[in-house]
């Protein structure tokens, strides 16, 4: 969908001159998202990584991503992890949990603009969409602002043997967010790196105090400040274990990736 004038307002605060000319654009090339197993492996109900949080704050302290046993949503902001258990409610991380899937970067941004009207989740991507230079690099980004409305959820801690996450989210936990202020945190994976990450846009969202959020299925941003980090580089570490040996991951998975993740 086209996004025209008509439709979208907003204000640029910051944005680098691709936005007006392909030419002539510096970008900050040193950025790299890493990435610990691969999205599905979690699909296949690998829950069980080898990664301590102590060791993934030293690749990023921004990202997403879950926990052993699949106990919660991951968000991680300003160097700060946070866990989103199946109550909807924050926990502190300690650094030595772990996690089986989880993708963070050193965020810095290189341009930012400020949307000042209201635009749904579709809206949100197809804007992004519009005013990235190119499609085929990583992008991080970060949403602090109103929300009208969020949706959004989280999994609760399993026990062995472990179902497939398909079948855990058709009882996920959902939670609503009404008139509050707080983040997105997520990123835009390239599209032919479906199996590995998720394509295109995934975020979790945690409210301004903290307090509450998950993983975000939809919502109504009113007013925002959007962050966008541009990444060219990726570093993916596989799971050592036995289990994650021992899995097949040759089947197609996207279609249980758009259930579980929209």
Do not use: W
Not at 111 to 134: A, G, K, R, V
Not at 183 to 202: D, I, K, Q, S, W
Not at 241 to 258: A, I, P, Q
């Amino acid at each position: 969908m086209h996004l025209s004038s008509k439709t979208v307002s907003f204000i640029i605060l910051s944005l680098p001159l691709f936005f007006i000319s392909c030419t002539h654009v510096k970008i900050e090339t040193n950025d790299t998202i890493f990435q610990t197993s691969t999205f599905d492996a979690l699909l296949a109900g690998n829950y069980e990584g080898t990664m301590s949080f102590e060791e993934l704050s030293k690749k990023g302290g921004f990202g997403i991503g879950t926990f052993n046993q699949l106990d919660g949503e991951m968000l991680a902001l300003d160097g700060k992890f946070y866990q989103i258990k199946a109550d909807g409610m924050v926990y502190p991380v300690n650094p030595e949990m772990k996690t089986p899937f989880a993708v963070v970067t050193h965020f810095i941004a290189d341009t930012s603009f400020t949307l000042t009207n209201e635009l749904d989740f579709d809206q949100f991507n197809n804007l992004i969409d519009e005013i990235i230079p190119t499609k085929n690099i990583f992008y991080a980004i970060k949403v602090e602002g109103k929300f009208k409305q969020a949706i959004t959820r989280s999994v609760p801690n399993q026990s062995q043997p472990y179902p497939p996450l398909v079948e855990i989210v058709k009882e996920q936990p959902l939670f609503e967010f009404i008139s509050e202020t707080g983040t997105m945190v997520g990123f835009r994976v390239l599209e032919y790196f479906g199996g590995v990450n998720v394509p295109a846009y995934h975020y979790h969202f945690i409210n301004h105090d903290k307090s509450r959020g998950g993983h975000l299925l939809n919502c109504m941003i009113s007013e925002a400040t959007i962050s966008i980090d541009f990444i060219h580089e990726s570093q993916i570490s596989l799971n050592n274990s036995s289990s994650f040996y021992n899995l097949n991951l040759e089947k197609d998975r996207s279609e249980e990736t758009e259930k579980v993740e929209r």
